[in-house]
């Protein structure tokens, strides 16, 4: 296993969508939401755990949530939680993360990727990760993983590549994309040479604090000035002094987009960001009348299509209904249509009103 290799996890969501599972104080990265035994978080940590070593494995997440990654990774040591002190989007984290890294071991390669993904083909995934992280270790590049649209989805963004291949599978990035609308995804899956953005990105660290200081200087002097503090007991201050400072803004915009040194490999294996009860629904094993069931016991009457997440244990029969997600959890009964499952986060609002 090489040591100059990083993993940084990314945990600090909210996961409002999948409400009421997941709420501010517990989100759902720290729930098993595939019903296996094992909370989002801890699959994600034993995915990596087969490529990089334990004591390089960091947690990303707010400062509120400290407890909670310590109680689901008892084998990591404090210090490898890197909390934010207020919620500042991607891009100040993983430069925190990478600055914190390079005091230490400036010839290190690191991964960024969300703790909340569904992987099917797990071996698939190693493979792909460690290629990039020899890539990386050769080439000064900025890599990412793209996922093969196996449809129009209008809730991913999109990478759009270079169809021709520059080597070992790794294509020179054109573009990103936001979220299209239908039409617009449809012409890119027509087209072809497009990607889902899976939010994985591979890079040395060397070569994302250059980009940071090429592209978002103000935040590069931000976190630079710390630089003699990272691994001692004055970080906690300086970060949260400092952080707050840090401009709200997503890794893509602040330096995947300006860069031109951006290359992705087409991921070969199965993926979904789980970013609500429908992706959820979609890649769990459906039962008769595609029925899914979480965790409870549960009896479909004359139902079909519908997703239901219990304690385990809890007793569940349902009759009637179709195409709806229906979750059991705490104090809280939620019935709702599974093509309005995007206004699910606007539901706790309603309470407060």
Known sequence: MNNNYYAVIMAGGIGSRFWPVSSEQFPKQFHDMLGVGKTLLQTTYERFRRVVPAENILILTNEKYLDLVLEQLPEIENDQVLTEPAMRNTAPCILYAAMKIAAVNPEAVMTVAPSDHWIENENIFIDNIQKCYKYCSEHHVLMTLGVQPDFANTGYGYIQYDKQKQDDDFYKVKQFHEKPDQDTANAYLEEGGYLWNAGIFIWGVEQIIEAFQKFQPVMYTLFAEGADLYNTKEERGFIDSRYPEAANISIDYAIMEPSDNIYVLPAAFKWNDLGTWGSLYKELPHQEDEN????????????????????EGKKVVLRGLSDYIVVDHGDTLLIYPREKEQDVKTLPGKFKE
């Open 292 to 311: 899914v069931a979480i965790n409870a016991q549960v009896v479909f009457q004359e139902a079909d299509g519908n997703i239901v997440y219990g304690a």
